[in-house]
């Protein structure tokens, strides 16, 4: 891999996620924030190359808080989390191309004081510049 698809992923799944979702959207969340929220957490590429094509295989992953006791609120904003990455292609900068898009895992854990859902997606994505 001579480059990395990392930021412009963040930056589309930000965007995307920010135009779609109802609660607030962070890369980081601010101090003294209440839930609920979306946060970007982890993303890691695994570089692939054929003969023809450069590109690597990327795992990003959200988070999604709620205060609310019951799984209701956090289930349902993954689930709108999940439908706005899913449901249309992202576009990214940097001759970079989704090809395959999918939900890797999805879990809700239940935290003394809020629940977190954590939804990792995977995108499989070529480098058009290569």
Known sequence: MKRSPV???NKAL???LKSQ?????????????????????????????????????????????SEYQGDKEV????????AAIQTEPLAL?????????????HSVQRLDTCREATVTFKFTIIDTKE
């Open 21 to 65: 979702m109802t609660a607030p959207v962070y890369d980081y969340v601010p101090a003294g924030k209440k839930a609920p929220y979306v946060v970007l957490t982890d993303t890691s590429a695994e570089n692939w190359n054929t003969k023809t094509v450069c590109g690597a295989d990327v795992m990003a992953t959200i988070k999604v808080y």
């Open 7 to 9: 930021s412009p992923l």
């Open 75 to 82: 289930a349902e904003l993954a689930d709108k989390a999940i």
């Open 93 to 105: 900068t940097g001759e970079w191309q989704i090809v395959l898009s999918s939900v890797d895992s």
């Open 14 to 16: 930000f965007e995307r």
